[in-house]
């Protein structure tokens, strides 16, 4: 029941036609190193507004939409999954979701994840989503989020406590930084700070302009390994979840403790009605 992830990193532009082109590539190539999914980054089909293009006046939807298509039919042609950022429109003058498309490899959508926990500059051109995301590879159930989310330990905890394995994180990263950020070396600690406080594995795919903030990341279940792909260059890494009874059932126990612990199940047994407990202001 071993899963292999590809995830990826290219320069996302505003043409979805370029970028659609770029994502069939990844998916070709990861399908032929025997890869199951392949994840890429925030918007990267569409392009990100306020990133690439400053609203959506003229944004050629029947352009995404085509593309769109192709790379579902990309993932059918290659049979594989695929995660996919992008923009989703809505009805009449209501803002797009930021969305990530779940594909099968039979070219189906199974499911789209709508970024919730949009900043207020997102709210300028996104509608926030309402709803957690998870599905299931070769048995391995899988969640999504989207990049500031990582800073939301509650999303997280749902998806742990839904049994979820591996969550993408579908991130993007700076088009204008020139030198490092804050969060070069931040991202990598918070990605490893929340495997280790949740128990998952994190594929996050970033983006990849000439100078990129922060490369792309696999962090193993626990936090305790993490790779990442060459930063500022276009590419993809392969790693995969092994079939492994012994960790599932460590990192099983360690779920439960934490559960028992935060509902004070675990203590409910062990509590005394002592006057030395209760008298804090003396030795």
Known sequence: MA??????????????RTNGAEIRRFIGEAAAQGANIVHVGECALSGYCRSNFPSWEGYNWLALRDEAQ???DACSHHGIWAVVGS?????????????????????????????RRCSPGDLTCYTPGDHPVVFEVKGVRCGVLVCMEERFPDLWQAYANDGVTLVFHSTSGSLTAAADTDWTGMTGILAR?????????I?????????QEFPSLWVERGGHAFRQCDRHVAGM?????????????????????????RSGALYA?????????????TL
């Open 87 to 115: 923009s989703h429109p809505l009805s009449n003058t209501n803002h797009p979701h930021n969305s990530v498309y779940i594909v099968t490899p039979d070219g189906r959508l199974a499911d789209r994840y709508d970024k």
């Open 70 to 72: 192709r790379v579902m």
């Open 269 to 281: 047994g062990h509590r005394c009605d002592d006057p030395r407990s209760r008298d804090r202001t």
């Open 3 to 16: 899963l292999t992830v590809a995830t990826c990193q290219f320069s996302v532009s505003a043409d979805p």
């Open 203 to 211: 594929s996050q795919a970033s983006w990849c302009p000439p100078f």
């Open 237 to 261: 890494m392969l790693n995969r979840i092994p079939d492994d009874a012994e960790k599932d059932g460590f990192y099983g126990m360690v779920r439960r403790f934490r559960a028992e612990a």
């Open 193 to 201: 700070a929340n495997a280790q406080h949740h128990q998952l594995f």
